[in-house]
């Protein structure tokens, strides 16, 4: 079936680090890839997306690269800021006619310490 | 911006209630779902509507019933809550774009349910 997995965390890093989130897919077909981020208190909002293999989805400094060989749709920041501290989750969009529900890692919470 | 509003953000209950979580959209979206959110599991689709008075189990519906007599509006329903109804509540809507859409849910800020 569907899946998506997720780096635990909680990630910990010093301001301006470098920010690599791993997620990985088991999907059939051409899913979608999203990742998502939820600040403290908040609902979730979408970060960026991709809807084939070889796309690349950023915004906000983030991107996020469709890895069809690899199964793959990791997060990378180059120099993360306080406030990118949040709970980012990986999701993915099934094909088909249910193409409005998506599969959800488990989340990955970051902390950006100054 | 679409506006996702959920209608408690906290909500204390005592076990056997019935209980009601309210969710309204304000961009005419068809798509509407109810999520629960606990540490570690990520977010677990309940209940989804995809038109006004339809309906479709998601992942985890026992325990659950939903409404959506508008458009706007889809309610969850706890029937009877219970210490393990205990969650994060989210609420998220989308537009449909057929067959090729990869349109992005919107979420409200959740409601945050206790049982007691």
């Known amino acids: 079936g569907n899946s998506v997995t997720q780096m635990e965390g909680p990630v910990t890093l010093s301001e301006e680090a470098f920010l690599t989130i791993n997620c990985t897919y088991t999907a059939t077909g051409y899913p979608s890839l999203f990742w998502y981020v939820q600040y403290p208190g908040e609902g979730l909002q979408l970060l960026l997306k991709?809807?084939?293999a070889d796309d690349k989805g950023s915004n906000k400094g983030f991107e996020a690269t469709y890895r069809k060989e690899t199964t793959s749709f990791h997060l990378e920041k180059g120099s993360v800021q306080v406030s990118d501290s949040a709970v980012y989750f990986c999701?993915?969009?099934?094909?088909?006619?249910?193409?409005?529900?998506?599969?959800w890692g488990a989340g990955t919470k970051l902390i950006i310490k100054p | 911006d679409v506006k996702v509003t959920q209608s408690s953000r906290y909500l204390v209950k005592r076990t056997g209630e019935k209980v009601f979580l309210e969710c309204v959209q304000d961009m005419d979206h068809e798509n509407m779902f109810w999520y629960r959110q606990d540490p570690g599991l990520g977010l677990r689709l309940i209940y989804f509507?995809?038109?006004?008075?339809?309906?479709e189990k998601g992942d985890i519906p026992e325990g659950y019933s939903v409404s959506r007599e508008k458009k706007e509006r889809f309610s969850l329903i706890l029937e009877s809550a219970s210490t393990n109804q205990t969650s994060m509540y989210l609420c998220a809507s989308s537009l449909f774009r057929g067959e090729n859409g990869n349109q992005p849910q919107h979420f409200g800020d959740g409601t945050r349910l206790s049982i007691l």
């Open positions: 509507s995809y038109d006004v008075k339809m309906k």
């Open positions: 999701a993915l969009r099934k094909g088909g006619t249910s193409n409005y529900q998506l599969i």
């Open positions: 991709a809807t084939k």
